[in-house]
């Protein structure tokens, strides 16, 4: 007769559970420690996608009376790179928007359009200011230090919104990425690739073409109130990258004593919204608004997502569009590359900002990114 060793057969059970357990805990561990960081990389980016579309638009920011200066902007970017890839253009405005303006917009190009009013919320004094003191520090502004936009409350309104507000506007809530575009700009180059899917396949978060050095009389408190919002939010601060891994030297060159002042110049600004978004970035502006620094004082959207992305993101998600020839006011960017350069109608020549000035902060960033 057959018989059956119950004992035998649970002692068998228990070893082969044994042995799946630590067969799993060696996997687990070779996965983790033993895997080359890019093949790593790739496991855990496996439902990466890069035939997707991309949820992107362009971002404008733009009165009625510039009807003319955003009109030749768009079909520069039209020619030489929305034309093959329609993504839509968001109209922003502190006003109304004029038949005239929508009819005129809507003529070029075949992409979508969107018209949209910016809310006294976004646009105009939070309830904290005095604006009795708010136009006593401007008109200090402009008869000592006089630099741009010194006596100018619209612009200040500007700065507030581009730092805090664009992208909480309803119209880009379906939106992943931005790119924003001013009027009376430039572009130079014919750009022969989705400059959108780059950003989201090569995991890019914030992309220029243009750096600057700021001036300082228009924030000469900014950086003390960053360096006090990181002493009072630790718990917000232990979520940034390590300073040797994000862009901690391209704003500071002494370890954080003082701001050296550099920044990316925010009139164009390809990058993910998720940045802006996100609880750390929300909680650093709304540290900053309560100081009434906008308004006080001059501080421009340019240091302050600057500063914030350079605290936030990691060194390889910044990209710099050498290829994307580009002018405002009198500041060129020109590719440097020989081959991009024949895709261009400017010329890499002695005029050029990026190498060739005292204003521009190219080379911090370039040895940012070494060290």
């Known amino acids: 007769m057959f018989t ?3 004992g ?16 799993f805990l060696i996997l687990l561990s070779f996965y983790y420690f033993a895997l080359p960081a890019g093949i790593l990389e790739v496991w855990n980016n496996y439902n990466v996608n890069t035939d997707e579309p991309v949820s992107a638009c362009f971002v404008i920011l733009v009165r009625n009376s510039e009807l003319d200066g955003i009109k030749s902007s768009m079909e520069q970017m039209e020619r030489t790179f929305n034309s093959k890839y329609n993504y839509p253009y968001v109209f922003l405005n502190d006003d109304e928007f004029s038949p005239e303006f929508i009819k005129a917009t809507k003529s070029i190009g075949s992409a979508e359009k969107l018209y949209g009013k910016v809310d006294d919320q976004m646009w105009g004094y939070p309830k904290h200011i005095n604006q009795t003191l708010a136009a006593e520090k401007r008109k200090e502004l402009k008869e000592g230090a006089n630099p741009p936009y010194a006596g100018s409350e619209s612009y200040r309104h500007m700065c507030r919104f581009q730092s805090g507000f664009f ?9 992943e990425y931005y790119w924003r ?12 690739y989705d400059v959108f899917k780059f950003m989201r396949d090569n995991r890019k978060k914030y ?27 630790p718990d917000i601060v232990s979520r940034f990258p390590p300073k040797e891994k994000s862009l901690w030297k391209f704003i500071t060159d002494d370890d954080g004593e003082t701001y050296n002042s550099c920044h990316f110049w925010t009139n164009f600004e390809i990058g993910s919204l998720d940045l802006w978004r996100s609880n750390e970035y929300l909680r650093f502006f709304n540290y900053l608004d309560e100081t009434g620094g906008f308004y006080y004082e001059r501080w421009g959207d340019a240091p302050v997502h600057s500063i914030a992305a350079a605290l936030m993101l990691k060194k390889e998600e910044f990209h710099f569009f050498d290829d994307i020839g580009y002018r405002h006011t009198a500041v060129i960017h020109c590719p440097s590359n020989e081959e991009a350069l024949k895709k261009c109608t400017c010329k890499y020549d002695s005029f050029v900002w990026d190498y060739n000035s005292k204003g521009s902060c190219l080379r911090t960033f370039d040895r940012a990114l070494l060290h």
């Open 4 to 6: 059956v060793n119950f």
């Open 167 to 175: 992208f909480r506007h309803p119209l880009l809530d379906k939106y």
């Open 181 to 192: 575009i001013e009027p009376d700009v430039d572009f130079f180059c014919e750009i022969d």
């Open 8 to 23: 035998t057969r649970r002692q068998t059970a228990i070893l082969l559970f044994l042995f799946a357990v630590s067969l």
């Open 207 to 233: 992309g220029f073409t243009l750096t600057f050095t700021e001036f300082m009389s228009t924030i000469p408190s900014l950086w003390e109130t960053v360096l006090n919002f990181q002493r009072d939010h």
